[in-house]
């Protein structure tokens, strides 16, 4: 059984930085491609960035290239995200899961960017 556990956000100010992690259990995290997802109030779930099960690929959303990287540990079965130069439209529920999965969501975690 999935489980995902987010953990780190908080409400920051423009041009703050914020480092997201994600505990996963249940499954063979280290066989599988994750990747965090985001959801601002009244939009659409979106895929915010990628990585491949050596954490040598990595990919991401256009707007967040040169801002944000993931990263994991497989030997502790956690995936990373850590966000820089967080900007008003970065704000959403973060969500971690295996790439491609529709669902076993874990309960996300709220980032906030305000001034």
């Known amino acids: 059984q999935v489980q995902l556990v987010e953990s780190g956000g908080a409400s920051v100010q423009p041009g703050g930085s914020l480092r997201l992690s994600c505990a996963a259990s249940?499954?063979?995290?280290?066989?599988?491609?994750m990747a965090w997802y985001r959801q601002a109030p009244g939009n659409q779930r979106e895929l915010v960035a990628v990585?491949?099960?050596?954490?040598?690929?990595?990919n991401y959303r256009d707007s967040v290239k040169g801002r944000f990287t993931i990263s994991r540990d497989n030997g502790k079965n956690t995936v990373y995200l850590q966000m820089n130069s967080l900007k008003a439209e970065d704000t959403g529920v973060y969500y971690c899961?295996?790439?491609?999965?529709?669902?076993?969501w874990g309960q996300g975690t709220q980032v906030t960017v305000s001034s």
């Open positions: 899961n295996i790439y491609g999965l529709s669902d076993s």
């Open positions: 249940g499954f063979g995290f280290s066989t599988n491609t």
């Open positions: 990585i491949s099960t050596g954490g040598s690929g990595t």
